[in-house]
Each structure stands twice: as C-alpha cells, then as structure tokens.
C-alpha cells in the first residue's frame, strides 16, 4: 500500500511541475468539453487507470475503483466527441476517420504481441484483433462495438437511434459480462449530453458545485454499500453489477465536474494534454508492462517508457492512415 501511495504521490508532484511550467493564460467559459480540456480529462482518466492496475500488481486494492472511474471518463468522452462530429460533418468518413483511429494502433499493436508470444497461434490472432474473443483488452473490443453501434444508429435508423442504444445499453448490461455491465450507460450518456448540448452552456459555478457534490455524494454512497458483506455476496450477479455502476459512473463525472472548476493551469499543463493525448496508446502498451512492477519507482519507469512508445505508436499510425487513404 505504502508504494502504491509513492506512486500517487510522484505522479502529482509530476502534474505540479508541470503546472508552474504551463503558460496557459485561457478563460475556459461555459465550454466545459473544449478540446484542450478534454485531452486533460483524458490524461487523467488514463493516469486513474494505470494507478488501479500498477497498485494492483503492487498487493493493494486501495485504488480499485479508479479504473472504472476512468473508463467511465473515457466512454462519456467517446460518445460526446462521436455525436459532435456527426453534427458537423455527418456520418461520411466515420469509418476513416474514427472507427479506423481505434482499429489501427490496436491491430498493429497486436501484431507486435503476437510476435513476442511464442504462445500466440494465428486463429487466437485473427479472433482478438477482429474483436470476436475478447481477452485483457476488453474496454477497446467494448469501444469497437459502440463505435459500430453508433454507425449503424446514425447511418442507417436515425429515428430510432435511441432504442437501437437503450438495446446496445441492456444488451450491455445483461450480456457482455460484469466489467462491461458497469460502464452500460457511459456511452449513451455522452451522446444525450452532445445532443442536449444547451443544458451544458445553462451550467453556472454554483450549480457546478452541486452536481459535482452530488456526483461524488452517490458514488461514495455505493462505494460504502459494495464494503457490505451481504453486497459482496452477490459478486458477479446483476446487483453486483448496478452496484459497480452507481459506484464508477457518478465518480467519474464528478472527477470531470471538479476538473472543470479547478484553475485552468492546473488542469490543461502539458503532463495532463500529453498523457490524454495519447491516452490510447498508454493504455495499449502499458498493459504489456504491469508484470515488471515490483515498486512505485518501476512503475513510475513503467509510465514514462509507456509514454515513449506510445508517442512513437501515435507518430507511425498517423503516418500510415495518411498514406492509405491519401491513395
């Protein structure tokens, strides 16, 4: 536990620096999902997931609940950004455009695992990167299909987009098992609050404050009520699951909420942007590194080689997806 709050505490100290270093000077508004806001909302989320695993790897489940908050984050971002972007530029070139963003660094990603596995056969291959076995990777075969869901809503019965997503959000919940069944309603969510966008720009500092608190007030609450020895006995099950929803999904809007509310400079310094900006990237190659964490300072390493590659992942898929569909 001790190692795991050493972690914690290099990774603010780092944010810190980063602060006095940043010479952000922006008024931020009522545009609380701005684009350099949303890549320190990601570099957060990213930073809460990578906390969870390494202090899992380092005997604590002190932080366990970070992971799904993030991931919350992270689907509600994915939603919003979907829906902005359909009502800009339409539903032509999403393929190009955002399916192939997600599909791309996780093929070529998967082509170097299989590579370093002796243990990897083509059929497991083929069944991992097409998305139909889904293995540790689970939240990037669970974003494909909302990315596909969204497409086919949006291209196909757009009058009938909510109930093509309350089906998606049920079938969710009911089968795709429990680490998914947690985040069902993330998705939708950042797609009603694209659509509902107005709501967004009637939002004051006071009233900030109150949903922020009352945010955290229910997640904190099922936090408290999953600790229950009677709740614990239903682990696995369905009330197991709404549980786990009303724990990471609160939160996670909540840490979105307070991060709006904070100075700019605290939110949107260079650490925060560039880890959301390759927050993908970071959560692909760090999975690949959690067996070598033995203390808060190899994980600390663990993070800043992951930022490393993913930065070079970032640069090679860009490059490739600008010559195939240049041709």
Known sequence: MIQSFLLVSILLITVAIFIRSSNKDIIKGKEIFNIELKNAYRGVAILMVIIQHC??????????????????????????????SYKKKGILGFV?????????P???????????????????????????????????????????????????????????????SCYTFFGMGAICAEQCLSFPLGILLSEKRFILDLITKKSTMKWAF?????????????????????????????VELGIKLPLGLGVVLILWMLPTAWVINPFLVLCGTLSYELYLVHMQMLEVVQSAVSASM??????????????????LQNIVFKQ
Request: hydrophobic share 50%; with cysteine.
């Open 96 to 104: 190009s455009k955002k399916l192939w963003r997600v599909w791309l």
């Open 214 to 242: 009352a945010f955290c007030v229910l997640g904190i609450t099922f936090l408290i009520i999953k600790q229950i020895p009677e709740i614990r006995a239903f682990m696995g099950t369905y009330i197991y699951s709404i």
């Open 106 to 168: 996780f093929f070529l990603f998967y082509i170097v695992i299989y590579l370093l596995h002796e243990n990897y056969d083509s059929k497991t291959f083929l069944q991992n990167v097409l998305s139909i076995h889904q293995d540790d990777y689970w939240y990037v075969h669970y974003m494909l299909r909302c990315y596909l869901v969204f497409w086919f809503a949006y291209r196909f019965v757009y009058p009938y987009r909510w109930g093509i997503l309350a089906i998606f």
């Open 302 to 319: 663990i993070l800043l080689v992951s930022l490393l590659l993913a930065y070079s992942m970032s640069t090679a898929t860009k490059y």
């Open 55 to 84: 202090s899992g790897k380092l005997g604590t489940n002190v932080f366990t609940p970070l992971g799904g908050m993030g991931v919350a984050v992270f689907l509600v971002l994915s939603g919003f950004g979907l829906s902005e």
